[in-house]
Every structure is written in C-alpha cells, then in structure tokens.
C-alpha cells in the first residue's frame, strides 16, 4: 500500500491567541501554517446563524441542505489558504486509494464546535468524511500520548465493555455481541465475568481499571456504552451510582478517574450521545472525548451528534472486527466503519464519528497487540493470517486428498519433512482452515479432531473417535506421528495403531487422516504393515498419491515468511535489515523457527530491529 498523504490543519487565532477560550459571536481571523512554514490568514464567519444551522444538524429531521451550506461555508473559509490544491491532492489520493490523515489541530477552543468532517472537497461538494480511505483525527496542540508500558504479555489486549442504562435502554446485549464475536474469531480473550461491566458507575469503572493493573493484565480499549447528558455549558455521560441514582459525569470527572491508566489504556470508544460535542463554543471543559484525548489517551473514538442505536450497534461490529479480525490499524479500521454508517441515510452518524489522535502517535496505532510470529511452536488454524510461505504445499495436500476421495482409494496422506521445516503448521494453519473446499463423500461441515501418538495411541484414538458427531465427514490429524516410534514402547501397539487408522481411511467411515512425519523415521515405517496383503507404509509414503513433501524453505519464503507477517500487524523491518538476516542465516537447517523466537521478543515496536 502506498504511504499514506499526511495533512496538517493548524489553526490560530488572531485576536488573543494565547487564550483558548477568547470566543467572541462575531466573525474571526484565524492563521493557518501551511506544511511549508507559509501562514495564511482566513475568517470564519461566526454569526448566530451559523451556531443556528450547527444547532439544527444535531437534530433528527435536519435539512440535508444545511449539511450542504455548513460544509461549503467551511470550504469557502479556507479558500484563501490553499485549500482548494489541497482538496485536489485529497480526492485524488482518496480515488487512488491511498490511506488520507488530516489532523487538525488548534489552541482556539471553539473550532472544534465545527463539524470538520462535513468540510466540501473540491467543486462536486463532497465531504471531507464521506470520502474513501480519509480519516480526520483532531488535536489539542501541546498535548501528548502517554509513553506506553510494555505489555505484561507477549501478544494480546483485553476490551473492557461498560454500559449504564441510567438515562435509559441501551443497546447492551447487541455491543457485547459484537465484541466478544470480534475477540472469538480474531483470538483475543474476552471473559464476560471479567471484561464485562453492567450498569456501570464511574466508581465500578475506577475500581475494574485498578483491579486490573494490579494483577498484571491490563486493559487495552475502553468500550463505554451510555446516554449523553448536557452538563451545564458541555456534555456528558449519564451514569448510575451504587445508590441507583443518575447523575451526568463530565469529561473532566472521566479524565480524572482514568488518568492512572494512560500508560496502558490505549483506547476509549464512547458510544453515547454528544460524546465528542463540546457544547457552547469556547467553554473551558470541551468535550468528554476531548478531556480524554488532552488527559494523555492515545485515541478517542466519539459521536459528535446524538448517536443512533443502528448506528451505535454498527459501529461496534464494524469498528472491533476491522481491528481484531481483519488486523487494521484504526487509522484504517475508522473509515471503514464510518462508509457502514453511511448506508444509514436517515441518521447522520457517519459524519458524527470523530476521532481524537496525535499526529506524532503516526498513521498506524493499534490498541491490541499481535504478535506475528509462533517462535518455536507450530502455527495452529487461529495463526493462518499469519501464516506464508507454503501455499504451494498447502494446496498440494488439499488437492491430493480430493484425488483420494474421488478415486475411491485410502484417504491417508503423510505429510513429511525434516526437522524445523514447518510440516505442523502445514497441516494446521494451512490445510484445516481450508478443508471446507474439499468435497467429500458425507455431507455436512467438517469435523476437525487432532491427536499425538504419545505412548498409547490406540487409547487416545478410541477416545476420540465416539466423539465425532455421526454422519459428517472428519479430518484426523496425527501430528509428529514418529512418536509412534520414540513413546509408544510395544510394538504391537504400534502396529494395531498404523492398521487402525489405514482401515478407517480405506472403509466408508467418512475418516480422513494426515499425518506429519519426520523424514528420518520414513524407513521405520516399512516395520508397519498396514493390510493383511502385506503393504508397509513406507510403500504409502513413498507414494506421490499420498505424500506430500516440505521441504527446506528457499529465500524467497523465508522473505515472505518474516516480511509478510510483519506488515499484518503494521510492522516493518529496519532498511537491510532482512537481507542480512538472509545472507547470515536464511539457509540455515531448522534456522526459521529461532529467527521467529528472536523476532518475536522484539516488542511492538513499529520497526522491527535486533
């Protein structure tokens, strides 16, 4: 992917610019620095219509021309900067698909009354937030990221999801399904006894956020689903006390009470009402997002607007599955959810998602840590988006196992190698996640059961198979089946194993066996005799219908093997740094599984060094 075109609104005001709150009701000189040092003067015409018009857009049943006449008074504002070569750079990039960041950053409080996001590009009108691949984050300048601690584990992040009904019925059931459905297929851990908070008040908030710090295992991202509350000359949340009462928390109250968990906390997604509105124009507590974000959190997410509750439900889906399954980055992960709300034409919440972020923070913050590489273990079916290199083996051994299966013939492949080329891993992060292409002979998903021999394999294969859910096909994987020669010490034993499993594969039985091997353990399996005619299963994997061979990586997957996973997660090597891994040990007998080890204690860093 190109890298992504960076642009930086930075406003001051002319009269008092050392007071951020020197708001007057009458049109305003700004400065605007230009990337290049250059300072160009503009106006904003603040009059009682236009806080009349941002009045209205708030509200359900707005005239869609007023979102129009705001964008383009806006657009017209800055003309005299520049804007117009620079909205020609940002439909171009958008067009192109490259990732677009406009920070905007002011010291004068009441620009961040304007809805940005409806800010017009160029002369068809479109909005600065409607366009593809364009994210606005927004700044309060001099302000900075809290330096993160090292994670306690090695890979990982836990979600908190808190939600209070004190100002009425939220859509509770529908966001924890969204998150906990997010963690289950992108493999990050979430306990509803642990993670969840119902009818939460900022005090059980505090506590959980301690409680959790204190034994090791932070939090990662704040989800916190509520009703805005107007507070005096701002907003907040509506939350409940442990009295039952309500009472609305302001952004300074939250600001004070997650302060202890900068360190950690990287995100807050507020799912409420006017959680990024800062209310009347230049009041000194702005918003609750904006308190967090000048409090030292990374990355606010808020609705600048009242929220919809299709749209909250949406954003949950969109949002925690664009960052945990799909592994986008939340520069990447915002926009994509901003284009779902969208197809909610009667509400406006795509253009009410707002984002608090630091240019300095870069165009890739992840809150949820990945870990890309397995180290010494094998890659398991919940690692195949990080698994490369092998996709010439994997789909020999898919269409080698369809070949048994429409030919009628045993269906038993040996999938062999030497110690360290990755024939695990193979079989499980390349071979299961895709075995729903093949067609078997049984109808109905597939049964995945996977064993080792260990000392007594026909024991642990009998206890498995009464299992397996009648009727429907089942792949067994025998996973370093030359156990059978190093733990299981009767002979006998062995041997009933082998002619079990062969018998399963060759009957109508809807069994389907892979079995990993190392290639120093080929000439003892002519010790097994499979059938009553005699044939030895080394014959079978000395057979191309039933082997499959991994054999030593040549550079180019290792390239890809190190390189591919890496920018998964938003990570990159130091320039040179991967061709002198290459030249020193890419060629190496069994050298990937320790390159992956020592790559893996290198931390989150955005470059990966050693």
Known sequence: ???????????????????????????????????????????????????????????????????????????????????????????????AGRPVLVTLRSNAAELYALPWELLTVGAAGHHLGELPSVILRQEWPGTTTAAELPSPRPEGGRVLFAWSAAGGAVPAVEHQRAISGACLEGHVLFDPSNDVIAHVSAAHLAEVLEHAEAAGRPFAALHLLCHGGRAGATFGLVLGDEEGNSSVVDGGRLRQLLAPHTKTLRLVVLAACDGGNIGDPGNHLGSVAQALHRGGIQSVVASRYPLSVAGSNILAEALYRALLVDLHPLERALPLARARLARLTQH????????????????????????????????????????????????????DMQALIDAGRPRFLVVYGASGTGKSSVVLAGVVPEVGRLKPTREGPWVIETMRPGATPSATLAALLPGAPAGRPLLLIVDQFEELFTHTEDPAERAAFAQRLWSLASLDTGLHVIVTLRVDFLGRCGDLVLDDAGLSLDRVAYDEAHRVAVARMDPKQVRDVLERPAERVGLRFAPGLLDRILADVGAEPGALPLLQYALGACGRSATVTL
Do not use: N
């Open 1 to 95: 992917m190109p890298p992504p075109l960076s642009i930086v609104l930075e406003l001051t005001r002319i009269a008092e610019p050392d007071d951020p709150y020197a708001f007057r009701f009458e049109p305003q000189g700004y400065i605007l620095r230009g990337s290049a040092g250059s300072l160009d003067r503009l106006e904003i015409p603040w009059s009682p219509q236009l806080l009349a018009d941002l009045e209205v857009i708030r509200r359900p049943g707005r005239d869609p021309a007023i979102l129009q006449r705001v964008g383009d008074l806006m657009q017209k504002a800055l003309r005299p900067t520049g804007w117009k070569a620079l909205s020609e750079q940002i439909r171009a990039a958008s067009e």
């Open 348 to 399: 406006l919440d795509w253009a009410s998602l707002q984002l608090y972020a630091r240019e300095a923070d870069g165009d890739d913050t992840r809150p949820v840590v990945f870990c890309p590489y397995r180290g010494l273990r094998a890659f398991e079916p919940e690692h195949r988006r990080f698994f490369f290199g092998r996709d010439a083996e994997r789909e020999e051994a898919i269409a």
